[in-house]
Each structure stands twice: as C-alpha cells, then as structure tokens.
T-cell receptor, first 113, second 115 residues
Framework: NAGVTQTPKFRVLKTGQSMTLLCAQD?????MYWYRQDPGMGLRLIHY???????AKGEVPDGYNVSRLKKQNFLLGLESAAPSQTSVYFC????????????FGEGSRLTVL | GENVEQHPSTLSVQEGDSAVIKCTYS??????FPWYKQELGKGPQLIID?????GEKKDQRIAVTLNKTAKHFSLHITETQPEDSAVYFC??????????????FGSGTQLTVLP
C-alpha cells in the first residue's frame, strides 16, 4: 500500500499562475483533508471532504478550491497564486469511524514568486 | 473556534533524559487530543492520543496527560533516544460519530536529543 500520495512534491509558480495539487489515497478512507504548514503556525486546515462529491471549508479556505470527483482523489487548486500561498501543503485522510487518526502524505512544497 | 497553544517551540535534552511538551486549548467542548510526530521531509504521524474521558495514557516510553479543568494536556517522553528528534505537534478537536476530524494543531515543538 502506498498510503497517501501527493503530486507534485515541489513546484515554483509566478504570481497569478494557477496550479493543482493532487492527493491520492489507497486506504478506502471516507474523509480527506488539505492542510498548509507554515513556520511557527503548525498545520492549518484549508478544505476537507467527507465523501465523494462533497467538500467543505476549513480554517483558511480563501484563494483555494477543491474537488473530490472520486473517493480516492482530492484535488487542491490555486486559481491565481499569491506569494502568501508559499507553503508546504499536506494532504491527509481518515476513516469515517474508528480512532480518528489522520494519515498524511509527505507534503508538497510550493513557492510563489 | 478552537485555539491551541504549544510550548516550548524548541527543546534540547540529553539522551536518556525525559522531555515534556505542553499544550493548552480554549474550547471546553474539545474531547480528542492527539500528538503527531513529524520527521524531516515527512508528513506528521500519530504517536499517541487521548480522549476526554481519560486522564492519562501510556505507550512504552511516551505518555500523555490531560487536565480538562485547566484545559491543558502534555506529552511525556522518557529515556529519550536520538530517533526521538523530530517536530511534535499537539492537536485538539471535537469528535462525534461520523464527523470529520477537524483538528486544530499547535505550533509545534522541535525536539533535539543530544548524544
């Protein structure tokens, strides 16, 4: 099992460009999440999904859009990248019930110039 | 919303000594408190968690304590080893049946175990 896989792992954008981060999980988890990690600020929830075709806003959703067309995939999009979106992005997934453990991918480092 | 504060931001200990990381939370309704360990270049990984109906939980060299009245919880690592060096995050959330785990994380503690 690969667990949670994020692509790409690194990306450099210019201000105003768009891009999509892809998250794929092979654990048949119902829930999926996108977090951003910034120095001294921990991880902050951007958007999450409780199932295929559903999405919801987290703590810091502005400037991002998400889609979950398939249960195993959760896409994070930046329509017009800004320098403030320079960060490390983590995708995670979890079961509907059970321990509540989040399983994280290895992260995607995005730099916006 | 929930606010989680974590201290210290950096912690250095000698190998074999104990390490303690403390967190406070603001929402008295929070009932689930996990701790995640993040090694360099990796995603966070759950190491231990505790629910609000329990005051203490141990798993080999790590333990977590929870004081609901004071709204704080702590991670204790005994007999530290070099492989314990990592960033540790506390988190808090309200867990109910069938709900997503919207964790609020602390700002992290960089633990360095010196040989």
């Amino acid at each position: 099992n690969a667990g949670v896989t994020q692509t790409p792992k690194f990306r450099v954008l210019k201000t105003g460009q768009s891009m999509t981060l892809l998250c794929a999980q092979d654990m048949n988890h119902e829930y999926m999440y996108w977090y951003r990690q910034d120095p001294g600020m921990g991880l902050r929830l951007i958007h999450y999904s409780v199932g295929e075709g559903t999405t919801a806003k987290g703590e810091v959703p502005d400037g991002y859009n998400v889609s979950r067309l398939k249960k195993q995939n959760f896409l994070l999009g930046l329509e017009s990248a800004a320098p403030s979106q320079t960060s490390v992005y983590f995708c995670a997934s979890s079961y509907l019930s059970g321990s509540g453990e989040l399983f994280f991918g290895e992260g995607s480092r995005l730099t916006v110039l | 919303g929930e606010n989680v504060e974590q201290h210290p931001s950096t912690l250095s200990v000698q190998e074999g000594d104990s390490a303690v990381i403390k967190c406070t939370y603001s929402d008295s309704a929070s009932n689930y408190f996990p701790w995640y360990k993040q090694e360099l270049g990796k995603g966070p990984q759950l190491i231990i968690d505790i629910r609000s109906n329990v005051g203490e939980k141990k798993d080999q060299r790590i333990a977590v304590t929870l004081n609901k009245t004071a709204k704080h919880f702590s991670l204790h690592i005994t007999e530290t080893q070099p492989e314990d060096s990592a960033v540790y995050f506390c988190a808090a959330s309200i867990i109910s049946s069938g709900s997503a785990r919207q964790l609020t994380f602390g700002s992290g503690t960089q633990l360095t175990v010196l040989p």
